[in-house]
């Protein structure tokens, strides 16, 4: 508990401004994201994390992955890894998507630095998510996971900053309720309010989003969870597949999404 409460929100708030200052995106906002970038990779730095940089080409253009590193004092092979994609898109700000999960999982990293763990915890800020999904692609299938490294868990942050306790202020993709009657249920209980982080899992992630969800409850209580279990890798739940979690399902590693509802609930997606 004294871990958790180590959350400072006006962390949050002041990361989330100067990130939010104008347009991160290749085309029309490289300055911004490029500063974002360097911003990800001195925090790491600071926090005495491992840092190392993945660049990767894409449609002519280079990315960039920046991934810190805390190695684990027992078992550092198995890692746990906890990320979000900063860039945006160049219509707006990209405030909560994806500003929110970045200063997120930085405030994670902050709060973690000072101690030690059995395993071994990977921070990775992904960028070109928007143009696809393009730095996770890179990490996962391009030289990313080292070859003796398990990733036993991972934590997507994607979109995490909008709440609403408006009656209808969450909507649905078609036919969820019929594959998610109870999270529909637990809906419609309040209201249709966008009051709750969705715990997105996989089949090959269970034991992760049920982890996730007990431990939520018994550390911060108030947060209101709904959890999703998508069948398979996702493929018959698209929307549930729009982020970087996507290719350590589609590899069987687990991994969760924990999101806001993007579009379903930001009335400014």
């Given at each position: 508990?004294?871990?958790?409460?180590?959350?400072?929100?006006?962390?949050?708030?002041?990361?989330?401004?100067?990130?939010?200052?104008?347009?991160?995106?290749?085309?029309?906002?490289?300055?911004?994201?490029?500063?974002?970038?360097?911003?990800?990779?001195?925090?790491?730095?600071?926090?005495?994390?491992?840092?190392?940089?993945?660049?990767?080409?894409?449609?002519?253009?280079?990315?960039?992955?920046?991934?810190?590193?805390?190695?684990?004092?027992?078992?550092?092979?198995?890692?746990?890894?906890?990320?979000?994609?900063?860039?945006?898109?160049?219509?707006?700000?990209?405030?909560?998507?994806?500003?929110?999960?970045?200063?997120?999982?930085?405030?994670?990293?902050?709060?973690?630095?000072?101690?030690?763990?059995?395993?071994?915890?990977?921070?990775?800020?992904?960028?070109?998510?928007?143009?696809?999904?393009?730095?996770?692609?890179?990490?996962?299938?391009?030289?990313?996971?080292?070859?003796?490294?398990?990733?036993?868990?991972?934590?997507?942050?994607?979109?995490?900053?909008?709440?609403?306790?408006?009656?209808?202020?969450?909507q649905l993709p078609p036919g969820f309720d019929v594959i998610f009657p109870d999270a529909a249920d637990s809906l419609a209980a309040?209201?249709?309010?966008?009051?709750?982080?969705?715990?997105?899992?996989?089949?090959?992630?269970?034991?992760?989003?049920?982890?996730?969800?007990?431990?939520?409850?018994?550390?911060?209580?108030?947060?209101?969870?709904?959890?999703?279990?998508?069948?398979?890798?996702?493929?018959?739940?698209?929307?549930?597949?729009?982020?970087?979690?996507?290719?350590?399902?589609?590899?069987?590693?687990?991994?969760?999404?924990?999101?806001?509802?993007?579009?379903?609930?930001?009335?400014?997606?």
């Amino acid at each position: 508990q004294p871990i958790v409460d180590q959350v400072d929100t006006m962390n949050l708030y002041q990361d989330l401004q100067w990130m939010s200052a104008g347009v991160r995106d290749h085309a029309t906002g490289l300055t911004l994201l490029t500063a974002t970038k360097d911003s990800i990779t001195d925090r790491f730095n600071t926090l005495g994390f491992e840092v190392v940089t993945q660049a990767f080409f894409f449609s002519g253009d280079s990315g960039h992955n920046v991934i810190g590193r805390k190695p684990g004092v027992v078992e550092d092979s198995i890692t746990f890894i906890n990320d979000a994609h900063y860039d945006g898109v160049p219509a707006g700000p990209a405030a909560d998507d994806n500003g929110s999960g970045v200063v997120g999982f930085l405030e994670v990293a902050r709060i973690l630095a000072p101690y030690n763990f059995r395993n071994s915890i990977r921070f990775i800020g992904f960028d070109m998510e928007e143009d696809g999904l393009i730095g996770s692609y890179n990490y996962v299938y391009n030289g990313g996971i080292e070859a003796w490294e398990e990733i036993a868990g991972v934590f997507n942050y994607e979109m995490i900053g909008y709440y609403s306790e408006r009656p209808n202020s969450q909507q649905l993709p078609p036919g969820f309720d019929v594959i998610f009657p109870d999270a529909a249920d637990s809906l419609a209980a309040h209201n249709g309010a966008g009051d709750f982080i969705t715990n997105v899992g996989s089949d090959s992630a269970v034991w992760l989003t049920g982890q996730y969800d007990s431990i939520s409850r018994i550390y911060v209580p108030e947060l209101r969870i709904i959890s999703l279990i998508a069948p398979g890798n996702g493929a018959a739940t698209v929307d549930l597949r729009r982020s970087d979690h996507a290719y350590f399902w589609d590899e069987g590693i687990e991994a969760v999404m924990l999101s806001d509802g993007a579009n379903f609930r930001n009335i400014n997606y």
